[in-house]
Every structure is written in structure tokens, then in C-alpha cells.
């Protein structure tokens, strides 16, 4: 595939004027092509769904999610993971991002190094990539060698392949199981992808580390129980999350929290049972971390 056919390096007809605009005009130009982005990620959720699914199973096995791309797309797979830790309190090893360049590519920008076939089998080689793993080629234009040589790596180890490109790429059907194409049509400066393309990216991997967490058990409502509070304010959010899942006086909420250690899935599922820390723990693991289920199987055995 070359440039001139690539969707992403298009020129857009909609924005030949903007260097001409004042700066209005010339926001609202970007602004237009943005909300193209929502509706182009909308037309593929059936396959954010599939991997969704694929990876909470994987992961249920012991299984990791990676994210490996070049340049913009690295980037955001490394902003999604990182942000996994405090958000869901996953640890960090369960979802992690890899770069083109390693970290230093990270501030820097090193475009020759995404043309290294060899580079991205040996990163995930040096993750040690297992069959129960989950990888996630990153990749605008679809045809990054970096990525392509992670996900053949990937496909001979038996890991789960995922494709997230922003030009249709059947020719990979062989060493991808599922593409996820979100077509957002040419930039609004041509070729750069660090905008439409970019932004498709990061809402499909917040679509899909957001779901798959859920399916863990990482979720109660639309709580994040499994938050990690380990500073002032994550402390205070813990409290909240307490008193809106229960609805609990907040001397008890507080006396709980500091009993498990501000674990916040236990403490809703003490108050809520009414049990003790070791007997909802046990309950909590029976329940495969599930606060719901938990609750589900302390009202069945009543």
C-alpha cells in the first residue's frame, strides 16, 4: 500500500482554506472534522465488542493486554495503560505500553525506528509474550513495520491479535484475528495523524481497557471501587464512592475504610452485607471480585 492510497494521508478538501481563516473560523473547521471522529469509532463498536470480550477471557486466564504502536500511536497506548493502575488498581504488568524507541521516544519524536520489522518482535519478546496475552497493533496508517513485526510475533506465539488502524488493511487477515477500523477521512492539516486518527485511537482504547475492566469485576454501578488511594485526594474520592454505593454515615464509612485499608470494593461490600473483613473477603473471592455477585450469593445462602 502506498501513501497517495492511504485514507489518513488524504488531502481534505473541507480545510484548503484554513491557513486564510481567522481564528474562529479556523477552530471551527477543526472542530467540524473532530465530530466526525465519535461517528466514525461508532460504526465499529461490533468489533471493539469482539475484542472486548476476547480479552476479558484472556485475561481471566492470566493473560495481559499490550499495547504496541509508533510515534502518536505508542503515545496513547502508554497514556491508556499508565492510567489503568489508579484508575481500576490493577497492577502495573496487566496492561502495558510499548513504544517504537523505548521510553525515550516517548518526549522525543524517532520516526526512523517505526521502519524496524525486527524492533517490535523483540519488544514483545522482552515482555516474555505468552498465548494467554492480548496485543494491540497501534497504527494510523495500518502498515507500520514496527507494528506489523510485533503482530506476526504475536500470531506465532498463539496471543490474541488485534489491528487498531485508521485505513481498512484486509491484507493483514492472516496475522490479525480482529481489525478495528475506525475511518476518520483525511486531517485537517494532511497527514497528520496526531489529530482525527489520534483521537479515534485513544477512544477506542479507553472503550476497550474501560469494558474489559468492567468484566473484571473492577467496576460496581459505575463506581471505580479498585481505585488505588494513595494520596489525599484519591482518599477522599474512596469516601465518596463509599457513601454513594451505600449510603453509610461517614464516621462509619471512615471506621471501615481504615480497617481494610482503604479498600474501597470491601468496605461497600462489608457495609452493604454487614459482615465482617474476612468473611467478606471470602465472599469477595468466591465472587471472583465481583461486588454485585458477592452480594447476589450473601442473599441466596440467607
Known amino acids: 500500500m502506498i501513501l497517495d492510497e492511504l485514507i489518513t494521508e488524504g488531502r481534505n478538501p473541507e480545510t484548503m482554506d484554513i491557513d486564510r481563516l481567522d481564528t474562529i473560523e479556523m477552530l471551527k473547521k477543526i472542530n467540524n472534522e473532530d465530530k466526525k471522529v465519535a461517528v466514525a469509532v461508532e460504526k465499529v463498536i461490533p468489533s471493539i465488542a469482539k475484542a472486548v470480550d476476547s480479552i476479558a477471557e484472556k485475561m481471566k486466564k492470566g493473560g495481559r493486554l499490550i499495547y504496541i504502536g509508533a510515534g502518536t500511536s505508542g503515545r496513547i497506548g502508554i497514556l491508556d495503560a499508565s ?3 489508579p484508575t481500576f488498581g490493577t497492577d502495573p504488568g496487566l496492561v502495558i505500553g510499548i513504544i517504537a524507541g523505548g521510553d525515550k521516544a516517548i518526549r522525543n519524536a524517532m520516526e526512523n525506528v517505526e521502519d524496524d520489522v ?20 497501534i497504527s494510523a496508517s495500518g502498515r507500520t513495520p514496527y507494528v506489523i513485526g510485533a503482530l506476526q510475533y504475536a500470531k506465532q506465539v498463539g496471543a490474541l491479535t ?26 485537517v492539516i494532511m497527514g497528520s495523524t496526531r489529530m482525527k486518527a489520534g483521537t479515534a485511537q485513544k477512544l477506542v482504547l479507553n ?11 473492577k467496576v460496581y454501578s459505575n463506581l471505580m471501587v479498585d481505585l ?3 494520596n489525599e485526594k484519591l482518599m477522599e474520592r474512596a469516601k465518596r ?8 454515615e461517614e464516621r462509619i464509612i471512615e471506621s471501615i475504610l481504615n480497617e481494610t485499608n482503604y479498600n474501597v470494593k470491601l468496605t461497600i461490600l462489608m457495609i452493604v452485607t454487614n459482615l465482617d473483613k474476612d468473611r467478606a473477603k471470602q465472599l469477595l473471592d468466591v465472587a471472583g471480585g465481583y461486588i454485585a455477585e458477592a452480594i447476589k450469593l450473601k442473599e441466596d445462602r440467607n
Open 241 to 248: 464512592i463509599v457513601k454513594l454505593a451505600t449510603g453509610a
Open 162 to 187: 488485534i489491528g487498531l488502524f485508521c485505513n481498512p488493511n484486509e491484507n493483514l487477515s492472516n496475522i490479525i484475528d480482529i481489525l478495528i477500523t475506525p475511518v476518520v477521512g483525511p486531517e
Open 228 to 230: 488505588q488511594a494513595n
Open 83 to 85: 492510567e489503568c493502575p
Open 118 to 137: 525486527e524492533a517490535g518482535r523483540q519488544d514483545l519478546i522482552n515482555v516474555n509474550l505468552t498465548v494467554n496475552d492480548s496485543v494491540i497493533g
Open 207 to 217: 472503550m476497550i481497557s474501560t469494558s474489559v475492566m468492567i468484566k473484571m469485576g
